[in-house]
Structure formats: structure tokens, C-alpha cells
């Protein structure tokens, strides 16, 4: 006999969730037994009685037995309903030790923030944001590794932060991004510099042969200032922070090219000098990133809507 001929009743296909009744019509069912009213049960969940009724119908298809027996005195359990009443109990106990085990590991990923950011909106932007986020999240613990741009990506890309950002031309490869502000650079000079006596706008074509303060290859300021001049930036120093670099072109060892969120202390003090520049783009966004189709979620989105207020 092959085992074909064996088989005694139907195949059942199809995914279980078709076949089991939701946790609200389970969690109704329940109320009906331990209530032994219809009515009551509906009140206890916040539905109607109308509703009610029909969920329980709805079930009783579903199933293709009858579960609850209704009269002027109360809503009794056919024998069946008793039987699928303590099926469904252990279904919603289940369901709430889920449930429980969800909100530990929210709780959990709620507890800590990591941030990785680009050096100018860590010094400059974030200090800010972050404040105003422990207003919100008291108990959530906040770590932020400051670098350039790529290693900003290299953290996310590597589940090494929650949320970044970076201040270069384009997003790196496999990271999403939103828009959360504008910065413009701006060449500076210490008042003793030459150019700081300037009345005409530097050219492009000077800049470019100008040796200058600059900061590190992979970071979004170099980024946009090559892009700018096509590559033929001339460094003279080359440094990896903008606090090193102002500190650089205040002592006079040259001119730089620095965001204008970094210097407005310096140049209200006299401490640096701008010096106008025609013909050189120098405009860019700054952006949060994140590894790309997992949007920030818990105190990480908390923070991106901070950006945007």
C-alpha cells in the first residue's frame, strides 16, 4: 500500500494565521467565560455589544463550531466553547510573555544611544541637540565618537553606533540619509595675514595654489573644499581636528578653509579674519545617516526629530 492510500483525512495548507482566530477575539472569549455575559465582556475590552456579538459569529466560522450559547440570562459555553476557552487561554499567556519580552528589549535598546558624528556638528550642533534630548530620555546614556565622515560610516556600517553624521558632498555607500541643516566654508586668516588686508575676492585659481591649513583626507570639510577646487588644494599642514586648525591659522602659520559654524567666536573676537573667495562652491549639507533600510527607531528617532525642530 503506498502511502498515498495510507492518508486518512484532508491535508491542511496555508499559513496557521489563517486558521487561528486574532488575540482579540481570543481575549474576548475569555472575558465572555470568566464574565458569563456577552455584554459585560464588551465593556471590560471597550467595544460594543453589537460588536461583540459579531466577533464571536466571525470566530464561530472560522472555526466551524459553535462556542458561545446566548439567552436573556447570560452568555454560556457550549461544551467546545469551554474546550477552545482553555486553548486560548494559554495562547494569550503566551502572548504576554511576548509581549513582556518585547518591552525588555525596547527597554534595553532605550537604555543607551550611540552616536557617531563628523567634527564640526560634534563640536558645534550636537552639544545642543543632546541636551535637549536628555530632557526628553533622563535615563537613556549617551556615547558619541567624534571622527571624520568615512569613519563615521565605517561605525554605523560595522553596528558601532545608532545614528551618524556627516558633513561631506554625498552619502557613503550603504547608508541612508536626511538633510538636517546647511553650512557654508569659509576661508579665514589671522588679522597679520596678508590676505586679511584684501579688498578684491580671492580666485578660485589663487586659492588652489595658495599651500593652506587643511583638514584630513575623508573628512566632509576636505571633502567639499577638493571637490571645489578639482583636487589642487595645497596643503601645508594637514591636521585632523578644526580646533587644531584654528588653533594653526590663529598663531599665523596660514590661511584654512573652515565651516562657518566653527569660526563665529573666533571672528567676533578679531581672533580670525574672512576672507572673501568668488568663482569656489563652497555650500554643503549636513546630514544624519544610518545603515541603510533601518530607519532610527527609540531615542536615536527621538534625536534625527531634534535636528529638525
Known sequence: MS???????PTVTGSVAHRVPDLGALELLLAVARLGSLGGAARELGITQPAASSRIRSMERQLGVALVDRSPRGS??????ALVTDWARRIVEAAEAFDVGAQALRDRRDSRLRVAASMTIAEYLLPGWLLALRA???????????????????????????????????????????VIAHDRLIVVTAP????ARRRR????EELASTPLILREKGSGTRQV??????????PLIELSSTTAVKAAVVSGAGPAVLSELAVGEELAMRRLVSVPVEGVALA????????????????ARDLLSLTRG
Open 192 to 195: 597679520g595675514h596678508a590676505w
Open 284 to 299: 554643503r549639507d549636513l546630514r544624519a545617516v544610518w545603515p541603510t533600510g533601518h530607519r532610527p527607531t527609540g531615542p
Open 3 to 9: 502511502n498515498a492510500d495510507e492518508q486518512t483525512g
Open 201 to 204: 575676492s580671492l580666485a578660485a
Open 136 to 178: 526628553q530620555r533622563p535615563d537613556t546614556a549617551v556615547s558619541l565618537h567624534a571622527g571624520n565622515s568615512t569613519a563615521v560610516a565605517e561605525r554605523l556600517l560595522s553596528d558601532e553606533a545608532d545614528l551618524g553624521f556627516v558633513e561631506g558632498l554625498s552619502v557613503p555607500a550603504g547608508l541612508d540619509s536626511a
Open 76 to 81: 454560556r459555553l457550549t461544551d467546545a466553547g
Open 225 to 234: 573644499l577638493d571637490a571645489a577646487l578639482g583636487g589642487l588644494a595645497r
